[in-house]
T-cell receptor
Framework: DSGVTQTPKHLITATGQRVTLRCSPR?????VYWYQQSLDQGLQFLIQ???????AKGNILERFSAQQFPDLHSELNLSSLELGDSALYFC??????????????FGPGTRLLVL | GIQVEQSPPDLILQEGANSTLRCNFS?????LQWFHQNPWGQLINLFY???GTKQNGRLSATTVATERYSLLYISSSQTTDSGVYFCAVRDRGSTLGRLYFGRGTQLTVWP
């Protein structure tokens, strides 16, 4: 158990819908990262938050947004869903005391299926 | 961004065999992690190894940062070792924490 929790574990929805994925980081970790794993793109970085502020953006679509709340949990919002958004979405966390030179711990993932 | 290449893409072994997985990266890094993704999709941390050598039971890893590669050794393979092994790195020249992942090595261990 990495200490990072993600809900829900599985999500099935239809095209055009909106969903919210939730992540709670390990106790004491200030930084949260979201990654997407799909068959064609592999594991790709989406976005990073540090202590409530957006820190870095990767290959995140404009239809996707995220935020980190004062209690440090994070939510990833996916809207106007398309079939190609079906993927495994991971959240990871780290203390970020060493500007990223530290282990990132990954949650169990949310498996999203868009029909 | 940094390019990460893993080899071989697929590896099939019989239980008890040893194996070496390789990860090459295109630029200097200050974070390198090896992960095992089990058949249920969970990403399990194996090593944080930006340089040097570490061992954990039947697994060990070596990173030669100056030559931009890392090796993961699995000895006496067991069927539970099956899954995908990923290498991920962080750009040393960046202040950001994002990891770049390779495409993985799919390991299948037969009894």
């Amino acid at each position: 158990d990495s200490g990072v929790t993600q809900t829900p574990k599985h999500l099935i929805t239809a095209t055009g819908q909106r969903v919210t994925l939730r992540c709670s980081p390990r106790s004491g970790d200030l930084s949260v990262y979201w990654y997407q794993q799909s068959l064609d793109q592999g594991l790709q970085f989406l976005i990073q938050y540090y202590n409530g502020e957006e820190r870095a953006k990767g290959n995140i679509l404009e239809r996707f947004s995220a935020q980190q709340f004062p209690d440090l949990h994070s939510e990833l919002n996916l809207s106007s869903l398309e079939l190609g958004d079906s993927a495994l979405y991971f959240c990871a966390s780290s203390p970020y005391r060493l500007a990223g030179r530290e282990t990132q711990y990954f949650g169990p993932g949310t498996r999203l299926l868009v029909l | 961004g940094i390019q990460v290449e893993q080899s071989p893409p697929d590896l099939i072994l019989q239980e008890g065999a040893n194996s070496t997985l390789r990860c090459n990266f295109s630029d200097s890094v200050n974070n390198l992690q090896w992960f095992h993704q089990n058949p249920w999709g969970q990403l399990i941390n194996l090593f944080y190894i930006p340089s040097g050598t570490k061992q954990n039971g039947r697994l060990s890893a070596t990173t030669v940062a100056t030559e931009r590669y890392s090796l993961l050794y699995i000895s006496s393979s067991q069927t539970t070792d099956s899954g995908v092994y990923f290498c991920a790195v962080r750009d040393r020249g960046s202040t950001l924490g994002r990891l770049y992942f390779g495409r993985g090595t799919q390991l299948t261990v037969w009894p």
